[in-house]
């Protein structure tokens, strides 16, 4: 079976973005006044809901307010928001979040071998061009045959329908295409989606559970940093290249 498409989570996955996120909620709750403050512990459970604002909504929910208070807040979840990935944006662009090992070598690897690139990620479209033309360049976005960013369906990951939508802009059978995630979450998703999965596992994912993930990793691999001997064992290699992966999806 030939491979013709990866397509990509972004948080997690491209790069360890978490933390990021963190900080910049707490800046933006800062901002607009309020005296919320997410301890790491605290993020750890709401990136258990996907979406910022999902998360917004599900936290001021569980806040000790009135019905009227509860009211107001959620009112300012888009403003919150708005505030949010500015702040995030620009610390993507001071160069606070690098891109995780082997992702440039397995996305120039997939060009040079004709296999398409795209992404499924519940982030905004604004948080996906910030990192990826930071460290891919300014023409980063016109490398990938798809973008599917989280606006653009009404129901986040576990839920298949971005994933759904990229293959259909891909024009390809899902089983010639490979999802790459970092979440139970993102794999429940693109395992509904009838997609080939690999989870590479991040800070904050990697005590979820991969049971039905294809093949589990803890990196992509790079030349600095191959993978242990037994993730390369796993893989067939030091390195997940597509050789590797294509061989794998033809079981």
């Not at 891109?99 to 499924?120: F, K, N, Y």
Request: one cysteine or more; glycine letters at 6%; charged letters at 25%.
């Amino acid at each position: 079976m030939k491979l013709k498409a990866l397509i990509f989570d972004v948080d997690g996955t491209l790069a360890d973005t978490e933390e990021a996120h963190r900080c910049a909620f707490n800046d933006a709750f800062v901002q607009q006044g309020l005296d919320w403050h997410w301890s790491k512990s605290k993020y750890a459970e709401l990136l258990l809901i996907t979406g910022g604002k999902e998360r917004l909504s599900v936290y001021i929910k569980s806040l000790p307010c009135s019905a009227a208070e509860t009211r107001v807040f959620a009112e300012k979840i888009k403003m919150i928001h708005a505030t949010k990935t500015q702040i995030y944006t620009q610390m993507i662009k001071a160069g606070q979040v690098v891109l995780r090992d082997g992702v440039t070598r397995l996305l120039d690897e997939a060009e040079q071998a004709g296999v398409l690139l795209s992404i499924a990620s519940t982030t905004t479209l604004a948080n996906i061009e910030s990192l990826l033309c930071t460290h891919l360049g300014a023409h980063a976005l016109e490398r990938f045959a798809v973008i599917g960013a989280g606006d653009q369906v009404r129901r986040k990951k576990p839920s298949p329908d971005i994933y759904d939508v990229v293959i259909h802009k891909l024009d390809t059978p899902a089983k010639n295409c490979v999802a790459i995630e970092d979440s139970a979450n993102g794999l429940r998703a693109a395992k509904s989606a009838g997609l080939f999965t690999v989870v590479t596992p991040s800070f904050w994912t990697h005590k979820e559970d991969f049971a039905a993930a294809d093949m589990v990793i803890p990196s992509l691999g790079s030349v600095e940093r191959p993978l242990t001997h037994q993730a390369a064992e796993r893989v067939g290699n030091t390195l997940l290249g597509i050789r590797e992966i294509e061989r794998h999806l033809n079981g």
